[in-house]
């Protein structure tokens, strides 16, 4: 029998997302084909801790509840993780993975602190690298490199929380000249709606610019677009391709935690109601904002679609989408004719892809050489 593949399911984190990690990872766990891959199970408990599971555990709650402390080795010629036994935290185990599938959304998931962990140990790992994924979670950074890219974005404005405590007078009247209601205001590096306000009048700008200043050293607020809201799957390192599009109906007035989460009646339409050229357009425009931030394995790009005047605005790139069987990214993949164990086999062909390619790079100069 060939010899199976260890993947590295990584999964949890400290992120407000821990618990939407746990159901994505379940998800991954079942549908990973066992002739083909040995799961290794890693949670990271809300606290940052680090747990193994045996090898072969699909169980994820296991994990949670039993699991080996571990600590990531930073030696990239040593073994990948050093396991430290609880009960004897002297006797190392080592366990080696071949890859590492990061199920993780958000703060130290997705936005590019792991990766960089990964980078330093030398393993493979699935999707944006550390630059990808950092651009990829600052939505201040992330529409300067789409608007660079010659993409359409919403016009913004931002504000750093010390500027908006020291000159709220001043910053309040940045935001009304240059936006003006309604607006948008969002802590510019967190998701799943967690800090965003819909402001509709004066009244209301304080408390969405207090609100989001307790999630960020910085303040995003930009013109709030009356808009359908359209997705778009891409995978793909070099060549990325985009997936039919989706569109989100959300429950609420817009897509806020409540509507993505707790509340039943959202829903998802797949493929998107659009004409061809705008399916076209959205395609071609997801492949552009997803190599703009240095996109790597996959990439959900949101959109605004102006009910009006029918403009499209990228809205952001989600560098680990939810990946939950229902989950949109999945869908899309489906729909698009790759079910998602295929998908699943393609992301971490992706990951080996872009590991072998990093080494054939030197790091090392010697003048003269
Ligand atoms: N400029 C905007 N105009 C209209 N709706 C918006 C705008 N910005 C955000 N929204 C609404 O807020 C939701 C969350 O905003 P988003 O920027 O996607 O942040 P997150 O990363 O938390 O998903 C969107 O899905 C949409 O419903
Ligand atoms: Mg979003």
Redesign the pocket.
Known sequence: MKKRIRVGLLFGGRSGEHDVSIISATSVAKALEPSKYEVVPIFITRAGAWRLGRAGETDLSAVRQHGLAVTPSVNPSGPKFIVLDKLSPHSKLKVDVDVIFPVLHGTFGEDGTVQGLFELAGIPYVGAGVLGSSAGMD?DVMKRLFRDAGLPV?PWVLALRSEWKREPTRVRRLIEEEIGYPL?V?PPN?????G?SKVSSARKLAAALDLAAKYDRKILA????N?R?IECAVLGNDRPEASVPGEVV?INE???YEAKYLKEGSRLAIPAKLSPHQTQRTREMAVRAFQAVDGVGLGRV?F?LDRTTGKLFV??INTLPGFTSISMYPKLWEASGLPYPQLLDRLIELAFDRHREKEGIRYDYKPGS
Do not use: C, M, Q, W
């Open positions: 939505k919403v948008f969002k967190l998701g799943s709606s967690v965003i930009e013109k709030a677009v808009a809201e959300p817009f897509y806020d949101d605004l809205n952001e």
